[in-house]
């Protein structure tokens, strides 16, 4: 039976990125398709966390560390988006008690 840190041994960085890949379709993919606010906040966030990934693969892959203080950056800003993203979802679905994306016409006029 191998050990873990041989099967991390074997990891390179394709699978890292393809990994992000995969990450960033599916954060898409609910972004596009599903019509509830909160889910197209957690897509936006599958895609933040799929950037960073490929961020700190390619700072790894080059031996840079400036990959790494961009990354925080990303995530304190998607911290930052939640929080208002959140506030605002919370303050429709008292007025109107639905997140539909759909049925939300408030903020086109």
Known sequence: MPDLSQV???VG???FLVLGAVLFAIG???VLFR???LI???SIELMLNAANLTILTFARMHGDMGGHSFAMIVI???AAEVAVGLAIVVAIFRGRRHIDVER???LKH
């Open 40 to 42: 197209i906040m957690m």
């Open 28 to 30: 898409v993919g609910g």
């Open 104 to 106: 939300m016409n408030i």
């Open 35 to 37: 019509r509830n606010v």
């Open 76 to 78: 304190a800003v998607a």
């Open 13 to 15: 960085y394709g699978h």
């Open 8 to 10: 991390l041994s074997e």
